[in-house]
């Protein structure tokens, strides 16, 4: 063997079958992991058109009920929906006409729904919402975010606020 004879067989491309093995076997390792993946999401997602899949969308959508209706139900009345500073804001008023029923203001998170646009605001400002004793004729607030402008002065939207879901309020 001369010299030559060594450097040559480093150029050459190695035709172990052991390499192409091992890719194969990579390949189809996670082939079979993506579709195990998206098997069990489906299993467990269950099928959209599925009676508990209906029942739990029920479940989770509050009632919509029209103003004076969430006055007799929830004892609140909403007196006024803004735009504030700056369009960086949205300033929800209500007032407290029966404190016990008015307790239910506490048990769902609050979150206002453009009609036209569909967009959901739910951020309250720093977190912010009334957690003490609720008095008969106060009037409390809620500050939602609205970044970008989201919801505009005009707009209508819909007020989810103590489990119940009020439509076609205006924002001032």
């Known amino acids: ?3 030559a004879e060594p450097l040559r067989d480093l ?3 190695s035709r172990d079958p052991r390499g192409r093995v091992r890719l194969l076997a990579a390949v189809t390792g996670a082939g079979l992991v993506a579709f195990g993946y998206v098997l069990i999401t489906q299993i467990a997602g269950g099928h959209r058109d599925s009676a508990s899949a209906q029942q739990t969308v ?4 509050p009632p919509l ?3 004076t209706g969430l006055a007799r139900r929830n004892g609140i009345r909403i007196r006024q929906l803004a735009v504030t500073g700056a369009g960086g804001l949205i300033d929800l008023r209500y007032q407290v006409l029966d404190p016990d029923k008015a307790d ?3 048990t769902a998170l609050p ?3 453009d009609e036209r646009s569909g967009v959901v605001v739910d951020q309250l400002l720093m977190g912010h919402s009334h957690k003490g004793v609720l008095h008969a004729g106060q009037t409390y607030y809620l500050l939602f975010e609205n970044p970008g402008d989201l919801v505009r002065r005009g707009s209508e939207v819909t007020v989810a606020l103590g489990g119940l879901r009020v439509p076609h309020i205006r924002v001032q």
Do not use: G, N, Q, Y
């Not at 029920?58 to 959508?61: K, P, S």
């Open 1 to 3: 063997m001369s010299e």
């Open 58 to 61: 029920r479940e989770t959508i």
């Open 11 to 13: 150029r050459r491309p």
């Open 104 to 106: 239910s203001v506490h």
């Open 111 to 113: 979150e206002l729904v």
């Open 65 to 67: 009920v029209s103003a």
